[in-house]
């Protein structure tokens, strides 16, 4: 038997009724924010993310799904993330000439080969949201948050913790930069070989790591917080300002610095106390260079992106959105007249606006009446030669166990009516 591929899995037809309705109600969220939504490929040419996400990143350098295309010629990869290809688009699709605020946001597949577990898959799914534009005024940060908190409240979503920090910019990350690759080389001896690699290349990776042997030293490193320059303390301090305006709580952890190089100043991490290890459910930042170090025009972004599978994950059994979807009818049919009667009628009632179920099984009456039940039909008609002779058909309320009489044109009006009401 052929398997789904390890870290990949099947949203059932049992399942799919929960991812509908968190789709539906992000979709309304997102349009109460005036965000509009962009939908770019799934792959992309490998560049975009060595050099939009970095390519010391666990991202880049383990975790891409990275293939040479068939003519030879182009290195592609399976999209990890979104903020990128968004970037490449707004620059590819010259987007800055509306000299407005841009606000974008997207649903859809990523790709990362890590380990898999709880909330931690090969191929996941990621909605995200991204706002490009001119200013870094902070206030678009504080309410991209207060979105995801208004998110979170209508799916019913508790218990979700948000965790802030600054990661500077390149006027004090330059020098905090070095004095780290110092601190780094000192005690290289108690670093991983990866460690010791990006402490030469990029050091700010080191707080990546993930071995436990190195976290002791880890922690003594130096924190970028304590260094920040006067502009990216005053930029925090604005943003922490318009989150407190909001009555929006959070802690800020100032060794938080995210996996992904693209970030500057504000960062922020969601986490949800329903989920085990993995328990992100939402991250993201400032990343006000990424447009120029894809070649183009100076342009300030800040976005989120947010784990569908650990969303729903974190969402209470009840909130499924589950509304019973059987058909309105199921048409049982005896004898190969009355099914070609019963397959005509059904396209007339569904041209009229009803879900029909044609049993094409052609079962007996006793099993089409029992799958009908299963599959929570609200009437079964019946046909048979009787039914086609006289042009009666019987409609059985499932609920009430009422029957009744009509003829085809009738029950088909009927549906038209309620259908126009
Ligand atoms: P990220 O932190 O790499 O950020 O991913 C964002 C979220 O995607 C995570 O918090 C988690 O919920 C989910 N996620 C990541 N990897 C997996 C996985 N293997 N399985 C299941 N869920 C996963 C970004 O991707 C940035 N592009 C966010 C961003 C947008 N920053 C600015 N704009």
Redesign the pocket.
Known sequence: MIQAAR?TYDILPSDVGRWQFVERELRAVFERYAFSEIRTPAIEPTELFVRGVGAETD?VSKEMYTFVDRDGTTSLTLR?????PVVRSYIQNRMSAESRMLKLYYIGP?F?R?RPQK????Q???V???VLSSTDEPAIEAEVIEMLTLLFARLGVQGVTLEVNSVGCPACRGPFVERLREAIAARGSELCADCRRRGERNPMRVFDCKVAACQGTIAELPALHASLCDACAAHFGRFRGYLDDRRIRYTVEERMV???D??MRTAF??KSAALGA?D??????R?DWLAEALGGPPTK???????L???ILSMPETESGHAATGPDYFLATIGDEPFRHAALLARRLREAGASVYLDFDRRSLKSQMRLADRLGARSVVMIGDDEVKSGKLTVRNMSTREQIEVTGDDLVETVRSHANS
Do not use: C, D, S, W
């Open positions: 870290g991202i990890p993330e979104g903020t990128a990523m990362r890590e909330g931690r898959y090969r996941f799914h990621q995200g949201a991204e995210r996996g992904l693209y970030y991490e969601m993995q992100a459910v939402a991250a993201g930042g990343y972004g800040f976005g989120f992106a947010m784990g599978e650990r969303l």
